[in-house]
């Protein structure tokens, strides 16, 4: 679809006295940042632990550690559950904790969270503690079983809550009621970073390391682990977070990281030395992601264990064959989400849905997730797609646009029918839920209404962002990699974006859907650089007829056998 792309408003007061070029100061400041000090992501600058629950957590815990008791991860299936699972794992054992096991539900048997289901499963382990990671706060009857089975429960989280929380020994989640930490951004992975940081300082202050003769650990080792949950989980990099995200990137750079990151780098085809963060988006965190979508986590997982750099090795390959897997099947469930929308525009007049939702038996519940993506990547609207459980059930994942907080509109869809949910639960940009079969349609009409209630028309114009256009002396190799290592860039801190009008010089497909082209800044061909634009619609691109294009791009660093060169990584192109 045609999108709009607009610039982005500087404010009144810009960023000032860094010793940075004029350029990156404005960059800066359109994305929030006010004082110098804001761009010194050291450790020191990380907020205060002030979470709600953070104390009681990490005196239960310490408790619990010198008592020798039995200790039970209980993760999610996703990268920021493998990143925070990994995390605790190898930061209790540091601690001098002995028994320590991790538990990851099987999506397609269990679901998500701490069920009573799941909770079966883990009294196989005999814990006197079960500490969830990335989960938990919406576990309310898989707290009470644990509890039933005398089992205390501390829940670290950073979903939202709903109107109850779970009646857990500590809760630490900084979107908990009455939590005033600065930040409601962490991710997971973060949320423990902070617990096993409490943890740490309590043992210190009972003389538990010396009593042990073993040195506390240094937590800032881990932020490896921290780094790559944070932007897998796609949660805003706010300053926090960015330090976190920065100071995971400078050790994973260093070639101090676990060995498991090292071989995903590795069979990614990723130079640790150049490391930015969308490469733990885009190279790692896919991969790790591919286990829980179409097996089991705990490879993920294991592969951030061990310590051993070649078992590290054939556990990346396993992954990375998952990944691959992923690929071939999502490629499937593309076509046919596609073709289905195609006649649906034909059946309803050029008119789709609002609020999106699409349903096939065949298709894998383990990949909904990207597939709403890519369908709400393509027609900007919030959408759901839906898949079967074994359970009589479907199971949806939803992806939303700016402007609309998913959870909130499948909140007000309960609210209204509440007979069509069976549960839900997420952020503002994604969530997941499960209905009954025979719901689907009378869903999928209530989910269209709710979204014409929140939305206007305008809403569904795809809009891009721009920092403006480049000079051409700026099209430079320099600048490029300024802007390469001026990051982290992420979510709601956008890598910078570009906008311009270019000549067309040559155009051709490469890999069977990316766009290779040969630009001119002027007409008279003078100045040429390179542009790759990915996944282009192949029934519009090669375009003949077109002599120029304008483009929205990111100004990049391409190294070819040695050589490095500027490239621009299009999101967006039209003829002009």
């Not at 860094?18 to 990156?24: D, Y």
């Not at 650089?529 to 990111?554: E, G």
Request: aromatic content about 6%.
């Amino acid at each position: 679809m045609q999108k709009l792309i607009k610039r982005r408003e500087l404010p009144s007061q810009l960023l000032s006295g860094t010793g940075l070029p004029p350029l990156l100061e404005r960059l800066y400041a359109a994305r929030g940042v006010r004082q110098p000090q804001e761009l010194e992501l050291t450790l020191q600058q990380l907020l205060k632990p002030t979470m709600k629950g953070l104390k009681e957590a990490a005196a239960l815990l310490a408790d619990a550690v010198v008592a020798d008791a039995r200790l039970l991860i209980v993760g999610d299936f996703d990268a920021d559950g493998a990143t925070s699972s990994a995390l605790a794992v190898l930061a209790l054992n540091a601690m001098g904790a002995r028994h320590v096991d991790f538990l990851v539900p099987n999506r397609f048997e269990y679901g998500y969270g701490l069920t009573p289901e799941i909770v079966e499963v883990a009294a196989a382990y005999e814990p006197d503690v079960i500490i969830t990671v990335d989960n938990g706060i919406s576990s309310l009857a898989g707290v009470a079983a644990a509890q039933q089975l005398g089992i205390a429960v501390v829940v670290t989280d950073h979903h939202l809550p709903g109107e109850h929380l779970p009646p857990a020994e500590a809760i630490v989640n900084p979107n908990q009621p009455g939590c005033d930490f600065p930040s409601k951004n962490l991710a997971g992975v973060g949320v423990i970073f902070y617990v096993l940081n409490a943890l740490k300082h309590e043992l210190v202050q009972t003389g538990w390391f010396n009593e042990l003769a073993i040195d506390p650990p240094n937590m800032a080792n881990y932020l490896d682990l921290v780094a790559l949950g944070t932007v897998a989980d796609v949660v805003p990099l706010d300053a926090n977070n960015r330090i976190l995200v920065e100071q995971g990137l400078r050790r994973i750079r260093a070639g101090a990281a676990r060995p498991g990151i090292l071989a995903l780098l590795e069979v990614a085809g990723r130079n640790k030395e150049r490391l930015v963060a969308s490469d733990l988006g885009f190279a790692i965190g896919p991969r790790l992601n591919a286990a829980g979508r179409l097996d089991d986590m705990s490879i993920g997982i294991q592969c951030l264990l061990t310590d051993n750099l070649t078992e590290a090795r054939e556990l990346a390959a396993e992954l990375d064959g998952f990944n691959r897997d992923r690929k071939a099947i999502e490629t499937g469930m593309q076509r046919e989400a596609f073709a289905m929308l195609d006649k649906l525009q034909l059946n309803e007049s050029d008119e789709l849905p609002w609020g999106l939702c699409l349903y096939d038996a065949s298709w894998h519940q383990g990949v909904i997730g990207i597939l709403a993506s890519r369908i709400k990547d393509r027609f900007h609207r919030p959408v759901i797609v839906f898949a079967d459980t074994d359970e009589g059930e479907i199971k949806g994942s939803a992806r939303s646009i700016p402007g609309l907080h998913i959870r909130d509109a499948l909140d007000a869809v309960a609210a209204r029918q509440p007979e069509l949910l069976q549960k839900f639960g997420g952020h503002a940009m994604a969530a997941g839920m499960s209905i009954k079969a025979e719901h689907y349609q009378a869903f999928s009409q209530a989910f269209d209404a709710e979204i014409k209630r929140r939305l206007n028309e305008d809403d569904l114009q795809a809009v891009l962002l721009s920092d403006g256009a480049l000079a051409p002396s700026e099209f430079a190799l320099d600048l490029a990699h300024q802007l390469r290592n001026a990051g982290p860039w992420g979510q709601q801190f956008p890598e910078p974006l570009f906008d311009g009008d270019f000549y067309l010089v040559e155009q051709r497909i490469v890999g069977e859907k990316h766009l290779k082209l040969l630009l001119a800044v002027d007409e008279a061909r003078q100045q040429l650089i390179d542009a790759i634009a990915f996944n282009i619609d192949t029934d519009l691109w090669p375009n003949p007829s077109a002599q120029k294009v304008r483009l929205a791009y990111k100004l990049n660093v391409n190294e070819y056998r040695g050589r490095e060169s500027v490239q621009l990584m299009v999101d967006y192109l039209e003829a002009c």
